[in-house]
């Protein structure tokens, strides 16, 4: 069974902490990408990937890096966390670039 | 960029019946158009797409729609069952783009 694996299921922050979300897939994906999920507001794209020490950015960018040094893996880095940070995190991965994901469990993070 | 307007927000069907959700795009140069069924807590899922060469797909009770022409795609579900109830995104993609463009979701509860 093809997998996304997030690393942490739940964080808690401090603000201005740096925060690292990791992302690894085993399915030999081309493609990685990071969005944020807050209730009403739907599946919003932070960054994403198409190659390795590739990176695009998404719709919200500010205030996120990421990562991407393997093929397998890619992190999401907020530089100086924010209480507005505060969401639910989705990786997901695609073999092409006009492809269905797969995402990963999710990783609820708390800023406080 | 691409838009893509999904609709209705929130469905509420009596289990047996039909369910339909519509989604718009924007992008003429769109050409691929999943669909993602999330659960409660639970990761989106791939359950159904379409690539813009065929006007329709059926996968046992739940089938994808496509109208170029007029630019929407809509998810048809029969005899709902209440493990149905769950949230659907749409999507579409352009080659170009090298992402998937999200509609804001539909929020869909199968009463038994």
């Known amino acids: 069974d ?35 999920q807050d209730p009403g507001l739907g599946l919003r794209l932070i960054y994403f990937s198409y190659d390795v020490k590739m990176k ?7 205030g996120y890096s990421v990562s991407r040094e393997k093929k397998e893996r890619f992190s999401l880095i907020l530089e ?4 507005n940070q505060t969401s639910m995190y989705l990786c997901a991965s695609s073999r ?17 | 960029g691409e838009n893509v307007e999904q609709h209705p927000s929130t469905l509420s069907v009596q289990e047996g019946d039909s369910a339909v ?9 769109s050409n691929y158009f999943p669909w993602y069924k999330q659960e409660l807590g639970k990761r989106p ?11 329709e797909k059926k996968d046992q009770r739940i ?21 149905d109830s769950a949230v659907y995104f ?3 993609s352009t080659p170009n783009a090298g992402k998937s463009t999200f509609g804001d979701g539909t929020t869909l509860t199968v009463k038994p």
């Not at chain 1, 092409?96 to 406080?112: A, E, M, N, P, Q």
């Open chain 1, 2 to 36: 093809v997998k996304v694996t997030q690393s942490s299921r739940y964080l808690v922050k401090r603000t201005g902490e740096k925060v690292f979300l990791e992302c690894v897939q085993d399915m030999d994906h081309e493609n990685m990408f990071w969005y944020r």
């Open chain 1, 56 to 62: 695009e950015k998404g719709d919200i960018p500010e």
């Open chain 1, 80 to 83: 100086s966390a924010s209480t």
């Open chain 1, 96 to 112: 092409d670039r006009v492809d269905g994901y797969t995402f990963g469990s999710g990783t609820r993070l708390t800023v406080v």
């Open chain 2, 21 to 29: 959700i519509k989604c718009t795009y924007s992008d003429s140069a």
């Open chain 2, 45 to 55: 899922q791939l359950i159904i797409d379409i690539r813009s060469n065929v006007g």
């Open chain 2, 63 to 83: 089938a994808v729609t496509l109208n170029k022409t007029a630019k929407h795609f809509s998810l048809h579900i029969t005899e709902t069952q209440p493990e």
């Open chain 2, 90 to 92: 749409c999507a579409a």
